[in-house]
Nanobody
Framework: VQLQASGGGSVQAGGSLRLSCAAS????????MGWYRQAPGKQRELVAS???????KYVDSVKGRFTISRVNAKNTVYLQMNSLKPEDTAVYYC????????WGKGTLVTVSS
């Protein structure tokens, strides 16, 4: 299954973006799906994940601001990002949780102050 993230862009602090992850196959068969990000000079981190049963977890830094969701019928995972901060600037990727070895291209989110 190939995973393609999209929806990134440049926004000012306090703005919103909605990321989408389109899978070439069934995300239901994959199981838990996650959004990850990698900021310049930092390691990639898991930002949010969602299981088939819609059990969700977030990294503390995005709790209350980001919302992950999935539509299995569309093989798509979303990340709604509100109240964005400059420290959210990163390339965002979707992958399984735990992740497959292969990563897609990601989508760049830039938040200016």
């Amino acid at each position: 299954v190939q995973l393609q993230a999209s929806g990134g862009g440049s926004v000012q602090a306090g703005g919103s973006l909605r990321l989408s992850c389109a899978a070439s196959g069934s995300i239901f068969s994959i199981g838990a799906m996650g959004w990850y990000r990698q900021a310049p000079g930092k390691q990639r981190e898991l930002v949010a994940s969602i299981t088939r049963e819609d059990r969700i977890k977030y990294v503390d830094s995005v709790k209350g601001r980001f919302t992950i969701s999935r539509v299995n019928a569309k093989n798509t995972v979303y990340l709604q990002m509100n109240s964005l901060k400059p420290e959210d600037t990163a390339v965002y990727y979707c992958n399984a949780d735990p992740p497959f070895d292969e990563w897609g291209k990601g989508t760049l989110v830039t938040v200016s102050s």
